[in-house]
């Protein structure tokens, strides 16, 4: 009864100074907020991944979703979580009961910042070639120093600053973490989901080079230049994301999500691959690799874990019949549950 109280008052007093709160469930005794954050970055690459970007200033915009508790402790951590080509921040709060990662993740402890990359959602650019994967590694390290010094953007409260910062990608945005830790070298850890720099399928290749072909047409009418979809269709959007298990209203939930990315990301990836595989063994940092059984773009990859040659520290976990969204597919429970616990070892 006491803990009931206390939380109550906890949220009374958060809603009095302007902050967000969600209602936690019965079974869990910590407020949490939910608070919508920004970054100014420099949308520039100074990571071995050879790419061109255009140099310019951009807001980076995103979510901060923790137990309020976390918030005020003296030494806080956080994850910062990176979304892949074909998909966005919702990736990791969808509007889904059971698949809003963050925030199943807050309510087993945990703080987590997620962003749209430049060029998707709440973060635009004009031309979807002034950027590309290097420079993404680069955004996320200069979000990853702003986390640390407090010097970003929350809406209504003080940003916080953070002792201990993880990062997170899922598939290219496991490529941004990677090349990031190799890079800059300031990262605790890294989890990368639904990737592996081996293992490319022939479903990957046939789409990668169909938007490739695209591109080189400028980007596709209705959108920005430089602009198209990975996947070229819903329904192979749906099939590339989703195992043949996923439940209907996952589908339902993600189908006018279904995005279009900036041509300078997609196009410089092989490039990026290649110089991550030449530098995946400086990684220091421990590593956790989540593989869906399912997943349609990558397969054969049991053998990227032992990659990671510098780091003492490194898991893999495959999660039965899921695709390639493996925090929104069957058995996502095994992605929270093992994240939460990796989190919890090394925090």
């Known amino acids: 009864m006491f803990v009931k109280r206390f939380v109550a008052a906890l949220a009374v007093v958060l809603v009095a100074v302007g ?11 910590q407020a949490i907020v939910d608070l919508p954050v920004s970054f100014q970055v420099q949308n520039v690459n100074r990571t071995t991944s050879q790419c061109t970007a255009d140099g310019h200033t951009y807001t980076i915009r995103g979510h901060l979703t923790a137990p309020a508790s976390v918030l005020s402790r003296p030494n806080p951590a956080v994850t910062l979580y990176v ?13 889904s009961p059971g698949h809003d990662y963050v925030r199943t993740l807050a309510e087993k402890g945990h703080a987590s910042v997620t962003i749209d990359r430049l060029g998707y959602g709440s973060s635009p650019i004009p031309n979807g070639f002034a950027t590309c994967s290097g420079a993404h590694a680069d955004i996320a ?8 010094a407090g ?70 009418a209705g959108y920005p230049p430089g602009f198209v979809h990975f996947d070229g269709s819903l329904d192979g959007f749906l099939a590339g994301g989703l195992g043949p298990d996923a439940e209907p209203r996952v589908r339902e939930a993600i189908t006018p999500l279904y995005p279009a990315n900036p041509c300078g990301v997609m196009v410089s990836e092989p490039v990026g691959i290649m110089s991550d595989l030449t530098r995946i063994g400086e990684i220091k940092v421990p590593v956790h690799l989540i593989f869906g059984a399912k997943d349609v773009l990558r397969q054969g990859v049991e053998s990227y874990p032992g990659l990671f040659t510098s ?33 919890d070892r090394h925090q």
Not at 19 to 29: F, I, Q, T, W
Not at 83 to 95: A, Q, S, V
Request: glycine residues 10%.
């Open 19 to 29: 902050l967000p709160v969600l209602a936690p469930p019965e079974a869990s005794a």
């Open 141 to 148: 390290d200069q979000i990853v120093r702003q986390l640390r």
């Open 311 to 343: 780091s003492d520290d490194v898991t893999a976990t495959t999660v039965p019949d899921a695709g390639h969204f493996v925090t929104l597919d069957v058995n996502s429970s095994v992605v929270t549950d093992g994240i939460a616990d990796w989190l």
């Open 83 to 95: 979304h892949g080509t074909n998909t966005g921040e919702w990736i990791w709060r969808l509007d």
């Open 151 to 220: 010097t970003y953007t929350v809406d209504g409260a003080a940003p916080t600053r953070f002792t201990r910062v993880f990062m997170a990608g899922h598939s290219s945005g496991a490529l941004v973490a990677e090349t990031a830790a190799f890079s800059f070298g300031n990262v605790d850890g890294i989890v990368l989901t639904g990737w592996a720099a081996i293992g490319l399928t022939e479903d990957t290749m046939r789409r990668f080079f169909s938007a490739y072909d695209r591109c080189l047409e400028g980007g596709e």
